[in-house]
């Protein structure tokens, strides 16, 4: 079962270095990482896939590649390492040098990482989406209050950032809707809460999680502004550790908060089938009436750009395909479909 599983790794990788954003800080990694998945001297790397399949048997591949490039560049940052696996002016040869000697000297440490911590990449611009459509669904079914919860939610930037119109404004240009957006709608909040699975993740580790590159370094320094911009926001939004495969702990929170709109972005990925499928039950099951799920999670598993964008409402497990994003970084094009009307009124879609 480990060299089945380590194969179907392998593929994985070797598929997402062929991502059309390659070269904006991680493609070096998956290149070296993927020829060390493939050699047999690779002891490091077998001891320290055998640990984390055992202490987390249900992550995805795609999770797994995103979140060993991460942790091993949190360890060589914390302990002033050289970046050599990360040099795309390297020759290959000695990238995968340089990651295979790691990972057998300290395979221990970043396996630790790896089982302690997600990947918790946070984009300023992801919540430019969730803002209208929750602001049309509670304006369409009349909500007089939305009870909000934010599943995997990082720092808590995106529940933050909900009615700020500067950050809106300046992020909102950049996304183009095909054929409409739907009107921008201060959302009637009267909770709001982020949890994410113990550990909470820090402003550190949400910094290594944002590729070594000067695209990634703008992508973080939009963070950085919209967190300064959302301040005062953030003093009203409630941050609590819960692990999302929790689900009575998690049915039970959202009972005993009377939530009725659930948000879920960049998460579900990282996780088999069945746990994405029980999640949603659990969610849809417990939200008050009417209740709105929420998800947006990257398309083809990292491999390409985009990102698609689903929706449950009423109890019901029946996803709605309501758009398509052609960057997950929310810069460019939003393709929106039929569905979208069901969720936030017919005009929605005109």
């Not at 050699?39 to 055992?54: C, T």
Request: charged fraction near 25%; glycine fraction near 8%; proline fraction near 6%.
């Amino acid at each position: 079962m480990f060299s089945a599983r380590k194969k179907a790794l392998g593929e994985a990788v070797a598929d997402m270095c062929h991502h059309q954003q390659g070269s904006h800080g991680w493609f070096a990694f998956h290149e070296c990482l993927g020829e060390v998945a493939a050699s047999r001297e690779a002891a490091g790397l077998d001891r320290l896939l055998a640990s984390l399949w055992r202490s987390r048997p249900h992550i995805s591949d795609a999770h797994t590649i995103t979140l060993l490039g991460i942790a091993v560049r949190h360890h060589l940052l914390e302990h002033s390492g050289p970046g050599d696996v990360f040099d795309p002016r390297l020759p290959l040869s000695r990238r995968t040098s340089a990651l295979t000697d790691l990972l057998e000297r300290r395979g221990d440490v970043i396996a630790r990482h790896m089982e302690s911590y997600s990947n918790s990449y946070t984009g300023a611009r992801r919540f430019l989406l969730p803002q209208l459509v929750i602001g049309a669904f509670a304006d369409r079914f009349a909500v007089p209050g939305v009870r909000l919860l934010d599943l995997g939610t990082s720092i808590g930037l995106l529940p933050r950032q909900l009615n700020n119109e500067a950050v809106f404004r300046r992020f909102a240009p950049d996304l183009r809707w095909h054929p409409a957006a739907p009107p921008y709608r201060s959302i009637p909040l009267e909770f709001v809460c982020g949890v994410d699975r113990p550990p909470l993740p820090t402003l550190d580790w949400v910094r290594t999680c944002h590729g070594p590159s000067d695209y990634y370094e703008q992508r973080f320094e939009e963070v950085l502004w919209s967190l300064e911009q959302s301040e005062r926001a953030g003093r009203d939004v409630r941050l609590r550790p819960l692990d999302l495969l929790d689900s009575p702990g998690l049915a039970a929170f959202l009972t005993d908060h009377r939530v009725n709109v659930v948000t879920c972005n960049f998460v579900l990925y990282q996780y088999g089938e069945d746990v994405r499928r029980e999640l949603v039950r659990t969610v849809t099951g417990a939200l008050d009436a009417p209740g709105l799920l929420l998800l947006m999670d990257p398309s083809h598993a990292l491999a390409r750009q985009g990102c698609a964008v689903h929706a449950y409402q009423d109890g019901s497990t029946e996803a709605l395909h309501i758009a398509d994003v052609s960057d997950a970084h929310f810069m460019g094009d939003v393709t929106v479909h039929p569905d979208m009307g069901v969720v936030a009124g017919p005009e929605a879609y005109r």
